[in-house]
Nanobody, 122 residues
Framework: QVQLVESGGGLVQAGGSLRLSCAAS????????MAWFRQAPGKEREFVAHYWGGGITYYADSVKGRFTISRDNAKNTAYLQMNSLKPEDTATYYCAVRWGAATTRGSDYVYWGQGTQVTVSS
């Protein structure tokens, strides 16, 4: 079992920045891929970014160039640095983990955090 706890969400004005954290505990060894997804009210969950293996990252087009995913293996923690935030980034952000190669499909991820709310005002 893996437990994931997100933090760092909040209310920010458009153009501002936030850094989300996802702390993993439990059976974290060989935890290949850590990813971030988000879900806005009335919309489906969507992929945001993932970090795989030794540092392979991939981003959704909507956040590319603005968001940066990173991972501290010693702390079993993943981060999502979000810059130049837009109102359309408003959503609940979820951290997820899977063993194996990274994918953008939420159904491929086994463990999920409880989510952290990000609200961007215009």
């Amino acid at each position: 079992q893996v437990q994931l706890v997100e933090s760092g969400g909040g209310l920010v004005q458009a153009g501002g920045s936030l850094r989300l954290s996802c702390a993993a505990s439990g059976r974290t060894f060989s935890m290949d891929t850590m990813a971030w997804f988000r879900q806005a009210p009335g919309k489906e969950r969507e992929f945001v970014a993932h970090y795989w293996g030794g540092g392979i990252t991939y981003y959704a087009d909507s956040v590319k160039g603005r968001f940066t995913i990173s991972r501290d293996n010693a702390k079993n923690t993943a981060y999502l640095q979000m810059n130049s935030l837009k109102p359309e980034d408003t959503a609940t952000y979820y951290c997820a983990v899977r063993w194996g190669a990274a994918t953008t499909r939420g159904s491929d991820y086994v463990y999920w955090g409880q989510g952290t709310q990000v609200t961007v005002s215009s």
